[in-house]
């Protein structure tokens, strides 16, 4: 079955891994800016950060015939640091126009201290002035719930922010119903050790129908399963869903919010 990824951070994973995809069905992902492991000294390292996500990994992708597409912001664990968090947030409106672009992404909270709600607030002015679509990375564990209220908080307060243009992702069992209740997308994270694993994925689904839900490996550094989402579609194939509901979660369901910015084309759509 075809089907896209689209929380992926490939600049992380190596050539064999889009090899491996592309054997699977996927057709296209989207990759959103992300913490490199480190925290960068300078916004001028990101510059060369966004080069890559727009001109090096989509003709990578593409020798796979996947097509890529990305997201551009200074994530929540660099956000601490206000004043380069502000330096490259002012650079970004310099490659919104890039092909590739969907949006501003992954922002959000990592530890939901003060200077990072600061930057989070201007990243979704940005977005707001910019008409752009939103991915929202929430935070870990125990921080989650409370984070993630913050985070709708913050949405639901600019008037400019409508709710079914946002995908609030890393969604779990005690935040799922607060995101669909407020109009917002969520997104389940298939992580083998933490985060959800396809079976609360599924629980999920079944409970909430899917209907404003989609899958994604959000494959980085650590421990990660690139092929986290074919996984997923069998154990809804186990439980009994049919082809067309698995269709709409792994691939329907993430065409339609992606297609919300008019960039965002797949191979069998019209040119």
Not at 64 to 78: D, T, V
Not at 150 to 172: G, M, N, Q
Request: charged share 25%.
């Amino acid at each position: 079955m075809k089907y896209i990824d689209p929380h992926i951070h490939m600049i992380s994973r190596v050539t064999d891994d889009y090899h491996r995809m592309a054997q699977c069905g996927c057709v296209a992902l989207s990759e959103p800016a992300f913490w490199a492991g480190f925290d960068r000294g300078s916004a001028e390292g990101f510059r060369d950060y966004f080069r890559h996500l727009t001109e090096v990994e989509p003709k990578r992708a593409a020798l796979f015939g996947i097509r890529h597409y990305s997201w551009l912001c200074i994530n929540a664990k660099e956000a601490e640091n206000v004043e380069l968090s502000r330096g490259v947030i002012q650079m970004i409106p310099e490659f919104l126009n890039k092909p590739n672009v969907l949006g501003i992404g992954e922002i959000g909270l990592n530890k939901n201290s003060r200077n990072e709600m600061k930057v989070l607030e201007m990243h979704v002015d940005l977005a707001a002035q910019q008409d752009q679509l939103v991915l929202v990375h929430t935070p870990h564990l125990e921080d989650k719930f409370k984070g993630t209220r913050l985070i709708l908080d913050v949405l639901r307060a600019d008037s400019r922010i409508k709710p079914e243009r946002c995908l609030i992702d890393h969604v779990e069992e005690h935040t799922v119903k607060m995101v669909l209740d407020g109009g917002f997308w969520g997104g389940m994270t298939l992580y083998p050790e933490t985060k959800c694993t396809a079976a609360r994925a599924v629980d999920m689904i079944e409970q909430y129908s899917g209907e404003r839900l989609w899958m994604n490996s959000a494959c980085d550094w650590g421990v990660s399963v690139p092929l986290a989402i074919p996984y997923a579609a069998l154990e809804l194939r186990r439980r009994g869903h049919s082809a067309e509901a698995i269709d709409r979660l792994i691939y329907q369901n993430p065409r339609r919010f992606l297609s919300q910015c008019p960039k965002f084309k797949l191979p069998d759509a019209p040119a």
